[in-house]
């Protein structure tokens, strides 16, 4: 069953150049690149329709000067776009007031900036508590929550502390319990793990998952980095040159990408870090030894060790609990060396 | 974005140069030769063709400014009204706005609350202690920094109470610490309207950019006019004069606050004032401090200049003992400036520097333990001022155990005069000889149309037609104003010390750029030059070498020095390593790769702190007015002591002109240098 959309957008238009909303009405709401080229204006993001359901991970890829970032901010309205809908909870947010943005704001939405955007004049606990404090939470409850989120991202002990006196992981642990501290329904992540450092980085994107597995929020995450994307993402949106060019999981996206510039990412990843069991699996419950039992949505890289291991074949069950194939030691190897029969 | 990413960018456009088939030096030499002819034949040329309108501009063109502007301050003051209200009494109500507050930082700091009038007043109260007033700027000294401020806070203190310089320099502190409040707030307030409104920013720019090249004296005129003689006519202009630099300091603090933090406002859902109070300005903060800082400084300088306006204190001394040549009372109360302004300057730069890891010690502990600077202050001034009633010398320094220095500083320069007069008068005359008197010949020579025609090709030479054409009408409004040879005489004057500023502080500069050990010496002494107020400067020429033009170039030098050595350091230190290391790969001796690499490098950079030189020395200008120079400096001067608005305003204004003038002139060569070497 499909989960239900929290936030939509159809046909939402960004252009940068003198006069954008006069310029879209000329071509009739949907003009060319080269329309756009030889009018001198800058399609920072054109005709993007993405559905974000409540619950999933959407990851929205691509290089710099992809539109990607222009478009979060259309997302979270912090630029208004030119053309389109936005759809927030069966709401067309899109011709709201500031003040009717401010209340969706201020309880709905949480944001994690790339380069952290801590006050520097503030410790910890009040950068976490600052979301509250904007909304007049007494000191004492909004200290309170904020030491919550302060723990649940592990920097408990560190309250006092100043954003300087942080490193640059534990800085961006801070901009998370700050987003976090209005227990928000829709969580923006733009590039939150750019600015750091490669072990550091790979180390968020575990703390991130733990707590995505404990807080089940619907989060729209930004990245540039398709090895990051495909680790955390249910969906991916790759963009370029202001446009959607696919969306789809990643291991559609592998599988079958949309055109040469998506395939060109997907080249070099390992497979095993995207494919599913479903879909290696033989159809069918396996003749003979059974070893274990996978469900579909298992990707090779976790469970290849186990099915190696074992001499017999696994048993394949769908989310309902059917078996519906099976998966061997030598589909596996084929796999993890890049024998391409595989998939 | 990524469109224009792959088309290379097309080359930029060729300006419209005035010369343009001329080679540069060709042009340069033609023009020097022509104007060379044109002030030494201007005579000849006079009687030649009968025309002596070419060397004085005839008083019957001169509209009458002047008087238009007297006439108009004076119906200002006496009829204007707005919405009823008489412009005088907006002026008196904002002087009552100062002078509440002034009187209170007064009655506190210098002579207790009185009661009653004139001799028959009665101390109720006793002013701070000099015990207390040191043991609470110690207090904020280590409150800002630590220990070793709060020792130079105190050895600064009690310098001023031992040398006898308690009384003034109270009172010159008094009006420092009611105008800082003043200019900052609004400063502040009005930096953050033009960053908001973009309407406001438009208006403010050029009034900004004009009020930076009027010399201060010309806002003494019209504020004298406005407030009387007195302190608060010297405090108004005091605030003005501050708050043009903390207005851009704020647009550009808050510019710089990084673009993510405005959008973590929006997100989190502050309000507009939210926004503002606690995102965009906290954030902006240590740019804004540094800004509070010059806005310390600058209060410093302007309240010892508008003594003459009566404002008193240490800058009233210095003013007194310039007029009867009091050699010793002079440097006395030139040092007190120093050591108020070192104190202040090192204060305000302790607390714009003050960092988070002392900050976070300072909140440890409990309430008494983190409030203890503030607790122990109060208990000082409480103590001092019971005890001061039993015991005199507690309240007030005894008068008995002041160290008086003047008569050793006389000795000094009397010494100095005595022994070397020979050397001291040789070098005068063989400067004023060879160098002042022939350029000043040359410029004051110059007749007023060929000084119009040459300005302007050069303006079409460096910066294009639109350059060419403000400089025409600026220049222009000069020439209409009948104050042309006064005009050549400032340029005469500021060319001279400029150069010699340049010749002195570029090698200082590059000196100081070798390493970190010359780097910090050079540093300090640069610091310090720029600390003191442009009064002091005066002090030491006037008494090794009397008054006259030499004394005034000496002074200017002195104070314009600072930029040129800077900016000179600067570039050099902003040399790319990869390009330096090219040259001694290809061997380089150190001389030629300074004067092959690093030079022509720098050029630009050197403009720009040519640029700034010219600036202060067209403001200290006005300022050595007051030796004797006969240029508009002078000029202003004179209006100022007779309140002529109309004089002065006019006078003020021309020197504005000029530095407009030489700052768009020097900022266009720049940028042509810059685009030549092929950067963007």
Known sequence: MERPVLLECRNLWKVYGHRPDQFLKEHGGNPSGDALRRAGMIGAVRDANVKIRQGEIFVIMGLSGSGKSTLVRCLSRLIRPDAGELIFDGQNILPYTDKQMLDIRRRRMGMVFQHFALLPHLTVLENAAFPLEIQGVPRAKREAQAREVIELVGLKGREDYYPSQLSGGQQQRVGIARSLAVEPDLWFLDEPFSALDPLIRREMQDEFMRLQAMLKKTIVFITHDFDEAIRLADRIAVMRDGRIVQVATPQDLVLSPADDYVAEFTRYVPKSKVLTMGAIMAPGAAAGDVAGELIVTDRVEAVADRIERADGMFNIRDEEGRIVGHVGRAVIIDILVGRSSAA | ?680
């Open chain 2, 1 to 680: 974005m990524s469109v224009s990413e792959t088309s290379a960018t097309p080359p930029a456009p060729r300006r419209w140069q005035g010369v343009p088939s001329v080679p540069g030096w060709a042009f340069w030499v033609v023009l020097l030769g022509v104007t060379w002819a044109a002030s030494h034949y201007a005579m000849d040329i006079y009687k030649a063709l009968d025309a002596r309108w070419i060397i004085r501009f005839p008083a019957a063109w001169q509209p009458d400014f002047e008087g238009r502007i007297s006439a108009g301050m004076k119906w200002l003051l006496e009829e204007a009204e707005l919405f009823g209200i008489l412009f005088r009494d907006v002026t008196r109500a904002i002087a009552r706005l100062i002078e509440i507050p002034y009187d209170l930082a007064v009655d506190l700091l210098v002579t207790g609350v009185l009661q009653g009038q004139g001799q028959q007043a009665q101390q109720v109260l006793p002013p701070l202690s000099w015990i207390a007033v040191t043991y609470i700027f110690c207090a904020l000294g280590h409150y800002a920094k630590g220990w070793r401020l709060a020792a130079l806070m105190g050895a600064c203190f009690l310098y001023l109470a031992v040398f006898g310089q308690w009384a003034s320099a109270m009172l010159t502190l008094a009006s420092v610490l009611i105008a800082v409040p003043l200019a900052a707030v609004g400063g502040l307030l009005l930096g953050i309207l033009a960053f908001r409104v973009p309407m406001a920013e438009r208006i403010l720019r050029p009034v900004l950019d004009l009020m930076q090249t009027v010399p201060i004296f010309a806002y003494l005129v019209p504020i004298l006019f406005m407030f009387g003689f007195g302190p608060v006519a010297a405090l108004a202009a005091t605030v003005i004069y501050a708050m043009p630099p903390m207005i851009r300091v704020t647009i550009v603090a808050l510019r710089g606050v990084p673009e993510e933090l405005g959008e973590l406002g929006v997100m989190v859902g502050a309000t507009s004032g939210q926004q503002m109070w606690k995102v965009l300005v906290p954030a902006a903060r240590p740019t804004l401090m540094v800004g509070l800082n010059q806005v310390i400084m600058l209060t410093l300088n302007m309240v010892i200049i508008a003594s003459m306006i009566g404002a008193g204190g240490l800058g009233y001394d210095v003013l007194t003992a310039l007029r009867r040549l009091d050699i010793g009372g002079g440097v006395e109360a030139g040092l007190a400036i120093v050591v108020l302004a070192i104190a202040l300057d090192r204060l305000s730069q302790a607390f714009s520097a003050r960092t988070v890891t002392l900050r976070a010690s300072q909140s440890r502990g409990g309430w008494a333990m983190r409030h203890r600077w503030l607790l122990s202050s109060l208990a000082v001034v409480l103590v001092t001022a019971l005890i001061g009633l039993a015991l005199p010398w507690v309240q007030t320094y005894p008068k008995a155990a002041v160290i008086s220095t003047g008569q050793i500083w006389a000795d000094a320069i009397g010494y100095i005069n005595v022994n070397y007069f020979d050397t001291l008068d040789a070098i005068k005359t063989v400067l004023l000889t060879w160098v002042l008197l022939p350029v000043r010949q040359f410029f004051t020579g110059i007749p007023w149309p060929w000084g119009l025609a040459a300005i302007t090709l050069i303006g079409a030479r460096v910066g294009g037609w639109r350059l060419a054409a403000l400089v025409f009408a600026l220049t222009g409004l000069v020439v209409l104003t009948g104050l042309w040879t006064k005009a050549m005489m400032t340029v005469y004057l500021c060319g001279v010390s400029v150069v010699i500023a340049s010749i002195i502080g570029i090698p200082i500069g590059i000196l100081a750029a070798r390493n970190e050990m010359s780097n910090r010496v050079v540093g300090v002494f640069i610091d310090t030059l720029q600390t003191l107020p442009s009064f002091v400067y005066l002090i030491p020429v006037v008494m090794l070498f009397r008054v006259g033009d030499f004394s005034a170039m000496i002074a200017i030098v002195a104070y314009a020095l600072a930029p040129a050595v800077r900016y000179a350091a600067h570039g050099i230190r902003s040399v790319d390593p990869q390009i330096v290391e090219a040259g001694i790969v290809s061997g380089c001796t150190p001389w030629q790769m300074l004067r092959r690499i690093k030079l022509p490098i720098i050029a630009p950079e050197l403009l720009l702190g040519l640029n700034q030189t010219v600036m202060l020395a067209l403001s200290m200008l006005v300022i050595t007015a007051l030796v004797g120079t006969r240029d508009l400096g002078q000029e202003v001067y004179i209006a100022l002591t007779k309140a002529n608005v109309g004089q002065g305003i006019v006078a003020g204004l021309a020197v504005a002109f000029i530095a407009i003038i030489a700052d768009r002139l020097l900022e266009a060569a720049a940028r042509r240098m810059r685009n030549r070497a092929g950067g963007a």
